[in-house]
């Protein structure tokens, strides 16, 4: 939640729990959460938790990595941290 500035409503879309289950601790059972801490904490060794709080709403090549989150979509939240890695972090005017 602090790495990518997530709110709490955010984080239980994205883990598809309640608040009471996300504060209780009960969801060290669900294999994303593991899932996506690993992908997370390699990212954070490479960009730092400032950067990804930025990408994590910027649109990237294929749309925001925080709506690929929010639809549950993991293999294309993986996908844009790959581009990340990739690119390194890219925010495009939008004109003017």
Do not use: K, N
């Not at 500035?5 to 593991?34: F, I, K, N």
């Amino acid at each position: 939640m602090d790495l990518l500035g997530l709110s709490e409503e955010e984080l239980c879309e994205v883990l598809d729990a309640d608040p009471l289950t996300l504060l209780s601790g009960q969801l060290d059972h669900r294999p994303e959460l593991g899932i996506l801490l690993d992908l997370l904490a390699e990212a954070d060794e490479r960009a730092g938790a400032a950067v990804l709080r930025r990408w994590v709403r910027a649109a990237g090549p294929t749309g925001r990595p925080l709506d690929h989150l929010r639809a549950r979509d993991f293999g294309a939240f993986e996908d844009d941290l790959a581009a990340l890695a990739q690119r390194g972090f890219v925010l495009r005017g939008g004109g003017t």
